[in-house]
């Protein structure tokens, strides 16, 4: 055996470089719509926090008194259910729209896409154009090259801990945090996470950008599954460029025996992850559209007509009609409508007072002075709305069951309060022996209709 061939052919290293990725600028309906994505989201992520709701912020996630705020409604731990369900909607949402339009998601709503952008533009604003930073980064150290690379550093880091401290504004009233690290008074939890927000925004918008899309996404990887022939996807027609070749304008390319494609690669320069879609459908690619603003911009120039690279389906590109209604966005349209549904109605249906019942474990049933049998239950009620509640207790399920008649049937429960209160039921002594069952009743007095019941179980020798 030939060793030394043999070693020739091993591979230097399984693992590739990381090379810099410098988007060039471009311009189009694609980029245009793009920038307004993240202008809006971003202002939804910057500006919800500061938005009023009577005493308190409209978005507040209130960890120390268990309570999420959403505008008017109020989730406390019991209700648990929902914020499941929103997680869930949220899924089969992607799940849709990934079947219907591809990596939509990724190309405009992706927080990753959305804060790279701004750091992109950041550093366009500092060190200039795709060709200038790639020139800036290849010279040496200049005082230009200093001044450069630190202005840039200084917009990266504001930004990055104005977002950390946005973020922990959804956990603590934005209005007290602010003052509070204005004068460096913040505490140590806030501190931690305006850090810790602040720095993961950084390192992936300014550093690690398209590494993240590539290696560490799981929806990258998955994404295939929810693909089939008739998803929309960023597709470059090879029947129409290929073969590639320079030419000069309103030169028929057919004549050279040339396609569409001028071979120019400003797709490839301006895609954000760095890959060729002239390769075809690549997991790196994020459906940003932004090789489809460049290459239509670039068959303007050379008088041949749009579409070169576009958004369609590949049976489309096939010449076979496409699908839009087929089993699995059928699927996935039927399941959102019923969670969505579903998740309306249990809000809808929601009672503002929460019953918890449990039986005294002191005894387990004495006699009354008048003859009768008495259990002692603890109840919690807790007002989940921003209201006071009045509301009525009464137990039925036994013949002559009823509450000590000493005892308040009506309570007073302020808004967000958790009321304890021990209840005496009383039952006469020859309706049953054992255990039965029994209910309290909670008839709310100002929504007339509405009653809430809890079971429990009744004593008696």
């Avoid at 499941?84 to 998601?105: D, E, M, P, Y």
């Avoid at 952008?117 to 950041?122: I, K, W, Y």
């Avoid at 004549?255 to 569409?260: E, H």
Wanted: aromatic content about 12%; some cysteine; hydrophobic content about 40%.
């Amino acid at each position: 055996m030939n060793t030394t061939l043999a070693k020739s052919t091993e591979p230097d290293s399984y693992y590739a470089k990381h090379q810099k990725v410098y988007p060039r600028e471009v311009s189009g309906r694609f980029t245009n719509l793009r920038n307004l994505s993240t202008l809006v989201l971003l202002g939804l992520y910057y500006v919800l926090p500061w938005v009023p709701w009577g005493a308190r912020q409209a978005v507040l996630f209130d960890l120390p008194a268990r309570k999420f705020y959403l505008f008017g409604l109020v989730l406390w731990p019991q209700d648990f259910i929902f914020l499941t369900w929103l997680l869930v909607l949220a899924g089969l949402t992607l799940f849709f729209a990934t079947a219907l339009g591809g990596r939509l998601w990724c190309g405009y709503a992706c927080p990753q896409t959305v804060w790279t952008e701004v750091f992109v533009q950041m550093e366009r604003f500092a060190e200039g154009g795709r060709a200038r930073q790639m020139k800036l980064d290849r010279g040496p150290w200049t005082l230009e090259k200093i001044a450069r690379k630190s202005g840039k550093q200084v917009l990266w880091i504001s930004f990055s801990l104005w977002t950390g401290l946005t973020f922990v504004g959804y956990f603590a009233p934005i209005r007290q945090l602010i003052p509070a690290a204005a004068s460096f008074d913040l505490g140590g939890w806030e501190l931690f996470w305006t850090f810790f927000y602040g720095f993961a925004t950084y390192g992936n918008a300014g550093y690690m950008r398209e590494q993240v899309c590539k290696y560490m996404c799981p929806y990258a990887r998955f994404q295939s599954a929810m693909f089939d022939r008739n998803t929309l996807v960023i597709t470059y027609d090879t029947v129409r460029g290929e073969p590639r070749g320079a030419r000069a304008r309103n030169v028929d390319p057919r004549s050279r025996g040339l396609g569409d494609c001028v071979d120019c690669t400003v797709c490839v320069q301006v895609c954000p992850t760095g890959i060729d879609i002239r390769h075809g459908l690549q997991y790196e690619c994020i459906a940003c559209a932004a090789c489809i603003d460049a290459c239509d911009e670039v068959m303007d120039k050379v008088g041949s007509p749009r579409g070169l690279i576009r958004y369609t389906t590949q049976n489309a590109l096939d010449g076979k009609p496409s699908k839009i209604l087929r089993p699995r966005v059928l699927v996935y349209a039927t399941l959102l409508s019923l969670i969505t549904a579903v998740g309306v109605v249990g809000l809808a249906l929601r009672k503002p007072v929460a019953l918890d019942v449990m039986r005294d474990r002191s005894s387990l049933y004495r006699e009354t002075t008048g003859g009768e049998i008495e259990n002692v239950f603890n109840l919690r009620l807790l007002n989940k709305s921003e209201h006071p509640q009045r509301v009525r207790l009464s137990v039925t399920g036994i013949d002559g069951v009823h509450l000590d008649p000493s005892q308040h049937d009506v309570l007073v429960i302020a808004a967000g309060d958790a009321y304890p209160v021990a209840m005496r039921v009383q039952a006469p002594p020859d309706q049953f022996h054992g255990s039965r069952s029994i209910y309290f009743h909670l008839d709310f007095l100002d929504a007339p209709g509405k009653t809430l019941v809890e079971r429990s179980r009744f004593i008696a020798p």
